[in-house]
């Protein structure tokens, strides 16, 4: 009797292997082709190698409470892609587009930030930087597995989404995000959350330079900094990066 195969790896970067056979093929995804309308051109891509990164949309940048908010920045514009994403993210998942959180929480220790990184939160040396302590709930600020580095209540993860911890404004560097993507055999992102002209934007950039195809999805993201600096994120992305497209033409091409 022939041993059954076993599968090893997660799919599509998978083999199937007994005592004897390694079968090293890699059968493929099936496709589901859809037709997405951007700013500039009409785009045909596959569901089935596509995932949505949805970045820092926790609680130290979107919440009343959390670090952003109480250094004086109105958080309320990075608090608009929760709707939108309340919509759309059931139905990718239902999709099997695989749903991708990049919230930025450090090493307690800190050990891996650089002092000019820090410089930037704490510019005085003396405020409320990364690792400390919030006056108004203790939450040390963008720390892993704090309420600080987690999701917003509204946008609760789902087991079987991905949670990648970031600590850098793109998500891709010192971090296993893209070797998990290029495991699962995604090449085209959506890009979501907040700030879009910072942390989004980064991301962006940085997965346009390792080869993936990347998406903006404008009403998904938002950007706390000043209307000049979304519009220039918009440019840019159309210009060098990408496309830009928005939730409800993705929801469209997907019916």
């Not at 989004?200 to 009403?219: K, P």
């Given at each position: ?191 979501a959350g907040v700030n879009a002209d910072q ?54 091409a997907m019916k």
């Open positions: 009797m022939t041993t059954p195969l076993r599968t090893l790896g997660v799919p599509p970067n998978a083999w199937s292997v007994n005592a004897a056979i390694a079968d090293i093929t890699r059968p493929p995804l099936e496709p589901h082709v859809i037709t997405l309308t951007t700013e500039t051109k009409t785009l045909r891509l596959d569901l089935a190698k596509a995932a949505i990164l949805v970045i820092d949309m926790q609680n130290d940048f979107c919440h009343p409470d959390g670090w952003l908010a109480h250094i004086g920045v109105d958080v309320s514009p990075a608090r608009t892609p929760i709707a939108p994403l309340q919509d759309l993210l059931p139905l990718l998942r239902s999709a099997q587009v695989s749903i991708v959180w990049v919230n930025w929480g450090n090493r307690p220790d800190l050990l891996n930030i650089s002092a000019a990184s820090r410089h930037v939160y704490n510019p005085t040396g003396d405020g409320v930087g990364l690792g400390d302590h919030l006056p108004a709930n203790g939450a040390p600020v963008l720390t892993k597995d704090s309420w600080a580095a987690a999701t917003v209540d509204e946008l609760e993860p789902k087991p079987d989404d991905i949670q990648v911890d970031k600590y850098r404004m793109s998500g891709f560097w010192d971090t296993p995000l893209d070797s998990i993507l290029k495991n699962l055999g995604k090449t085209t992102l959506f890009f942390c989004v934007m980064a991301t962006l950039q940085d997965a346009n330079f390792l080869g993936y195809d990347c998406l903006l999805l404008t009403d998904c993201s938002a950007t706390t900094s000043p209307d000049y600096c979304w519009k220039a994120t918009l440019y840019n992305v159309n210009q060098c990066f990408g496309f830009v497209t928005d939730s409800h033409a993705l929801l469209t």
